[in-house]
């Protein structure tokens, strides 16, 4: 099994249907769930929390709201995918696509914090860890070519959580630029 978080930064990019495609083809040989970003619908929430001041519990509550609400585009945008609800579906996976739906059970987990420390980057590693996956892929727009995991957060590739989470449990990780289409195996920058 394979975790795929396809950044909310792909929400405008022709590429973000080529690869829901090469998703789907690479699930017909083992089970693929997209962990989707938030894209422009954490944007909103962040733009609100700084207009109404409402609480981090709030906005993190509402940011994993706008990953479901992604995950409810790319769900409709590859129809031959299975919304997947965890931990509410805790069995063995079978090969095919899967979109994870965050809900609301996720914000009782102690390892994420309520915070903009923690975005889809460490949920995607947390559902990761929790799933045995074998691997985690990130799909990202960004143009930082390093492999390390500090200087990945320090230019905001990743959110802060992730390094705490990763040393805790690690899961072989690998980032792609999203027009680096060449999936599997192991084309991508693998973190450390």
């Known amino acids: 099994m394979r975790i795929i978080k396809l950044g909310g930064s792909l929400f405008h990019t022709p590429e973000l249907r080529q690869w829901l495609e090469l998703l789907d083809s690479a699930s017909q ?3 693929v769930v997209i962990v ?3 894209g422009p619908f954490a944007d909103e929430v962040r733009h609100a929390q700084r207009l109404h001041r409402f609480s981090d519990d709030t906005a993190h509550h509402m940011a ?3 990953m479901a609400q ?18 509410q579906h805790n069995n063995e996976l079978e090969n095919g ?3 994870w739906l965050p809900e609301r059970s996720v914000l009782g987990v102690g390892a994420l914090p309520h915070s903009w420390d923690i975005s ?3 949920l995607a590693l947390w559902l990761s860890q929790q799933l ?6 990130m799909i990202k727009r960004s143009t930082v070519v390093s492999s390390r995991i500090k200087s990945l957060i320090e230019h905001g590739v990743l959110d802060k959580g992730f390094k705490h989470l990763y040393e805790e449990q690690p899961v072989q ?10 999936l599997f195996p192991d084309k991508g920058l693998v973190l450390r």
């Open 97 to 99: 696509l899967h979109v």
């Open 64 to 66: 994993i709201l706008a």
């Open 29 to 31: 040989q083992e089970p």
């Open 36 to 38: 989707p970003g938030g």
């Open 120 to 122: 889809s980057d460490s």
């Open 70 to 87: 992604f995950g409810l585009l790319l769900a409709d945008l590859a129809p031959q995918s299975q919304p997947f609800y965890y931990p």
């Open 173 to 182: 990780t690998q980032l792609f630029h999203f027009q680096q289409q060449a």
């Open 132 to 137: 045995h996956a074998k691997e985690l892929v």
